[in-house]
């Protein structure tokens, strides 16, 4: 898994945010020597440390940045994220967390991270010495954070009080689609450039093959070797061009955007050669009450359900379901493969179910959606993944 992709999955995660695991995929993902998570304390004039990578220890105590001070207190009011090619910061804690000796300077990013129209979180990563990071490197920054500020906000949401649960809700669908849209965007860029550049490489192969086959007079050995060469690289170009196609399906579907769920769902079934997938639908038109960021969680859950009986499940048939039971959307897979003991896996280690089966990606969407899951199985006689999500009653 790549950098932001393990990122995402903290950001969208069931569990408490673990903001330290975040400062150090940030770091990261751009190639840094450190990130510090800086939230707007319980006042609401300052920013303390939540979070340092490399750890600080007694520094990370000791730093507090009163808003409107300094660069990252600027950026906590203004909201306007900015790179400092060389700063050197005058506070000692602020030095000491970066480990800076006297007289070296650093490179950095320093961004706001919003949640409930107001500024949570200042991120700060950095490299030290003159190591500029690029304006693309600033713009990926930020729309990690607008995720990333989404998601403290909810988490104060919940923590001071239960009855904010809508507005908690609101906020998750917007994180959501934040990655559905970004998920989205690299589909077309992969669409637009490498798929296209792929369409023409082989396009141009094949011209240059019935260039060689046409000249039949001047055909010699050199010729034929030839012809043999672009034959081969036609054949990797193909292979490319599919592999992206499919990459490009498991970034986001445009069924899910154009016909909705329950196109989007039947169209997996196709996606899988190796294994007979059947598909079932209730024809109720009801079905297209499920808000899009959970459509968009149930399609991604039903994905990696398949993926699973692919992978560990040696089945020969599989039943993709969803159907509607009053208030609930039951989305159920369904295999006759090998199968597995639930109760002795569960009994081992409280979280052994998950890890056991592949499962913990589906758990954990399940829990940000506000939807149950089951697990029922037998072995020798299969396995079902099943999925109830309560829909919205306003």
């Known amino acids: 898994m790549t950098e932001h992709g393990a990122l995402w999955q903290l950001l969208l995660g069931q569990a408490d945010l673990d903001l330290r695991a975040v400062a150090r995929c940030l770091a990261s993902s751009f190639s840094a020597d450190g990130c510090l998570v800086l939230v707007v304390d319980d006042t609401g004039k300052d920013l303390v440390v939540a979070a340092a990578i490399p750890p600080g220890g007694a520094n990370e105590q000791a730093l507090r940045i009163p808003l409107g001070y300094g660069v990252a207190g600027l950026v906590g009011v203004n909201g306007r994220a900015v790179r400092l090619d060389a700063d050197s910061p005058r506070n000692e804690s602020h030095r000491d967390l970066m480990s800076l000796a006297s007289g070296q300077t650093v490179s950095r990013m320093c961004l706001p991270a919003r949640g ?32 990333l500020g989404l998601r403290l906000y909810a988490q104060q ?11 908690r809700d ?9 990655q559905e849209t970004e998920r989205r965007r690299i589909a077309g860029d992969l669409h637009d450039g490498v798929t296209q550049a792929l369409v023409s490489l082989n396009f141009h192969l094949a011209a240059a093959v019935v260039s060689l086959a046409s000249n039949d007079a001047s055909f010699s050995p050199t010729t034929e070797e030839a012809s043999v060469q672009i034959q081969s690289a036609r054949r ?12 490009i399906s498991g970034l986001h579907s445009p069924i899910l955007d154009d016909l909705g769920l329950v196109a989007a769902l039947e169209s997996l079934t196709g996606m899988v050669p190796q294994l007979d997938i059947e598909f079932r639908a209730t024809p109720d038109e009801r079905l297209d009450e499920v808000p899009d960021h ?5 399609y991604r859950i039903a994905q990696e359900a398949i993926n699973n009986v692919v992978k560990h ?8 379901s969803i159907r509607r039971v ?18 002795s896996v569960r009994a081992s280690r409280p979280s052994a179910l998950a890890d056991y089966y592949g499962l913990s990606s589906i758990a954990e969407r399940c829990a940000l959606i506000g939807a149950s899951l ?21």
Do not use: M, W
Not at 374 to 394: C, N, Q
């Open 313 to 320: 499940a040696d089945a020969r048939r599989a039943v993709l």
């Open 236 to 247: 990797l170009a193909r292979l490319a061009y599919d592999e992206t196609r499919a990459a």
């Open 116 to 147: 409930g129209g107001e500024i949570v979180a200042v991120v700060s990563i950095y490299r030290r010495g003159s190591v500029p990071f690029a304006e693309a490197d600033l713009d990926a920054a930020q729309r990690l954070l607008d995720v």
């Open 326 to 343: 009053s208030d609930l959307i039951v989305l159920a897979v369904t295999d006759d493969g090998a199968g597995f003991d639930v109760a």
């Open 374 to 394: 089951r697990i029922d199985s037998v072995e020798g006689r299969g396995t079902a993944v099943i999925v109830k999500l309560p829909l919205p009653t306003d």
């Open 157 to 167: 949401l919940q923590t001071a009080d239960p009855g904010h649960r809508n507005q």
């Open 170 to 178: 609101r906020l998750i669908a917007q994180a959501i689609s934040a």
């Open 294 to 298: 959970c459509a968009a969680t149930l």
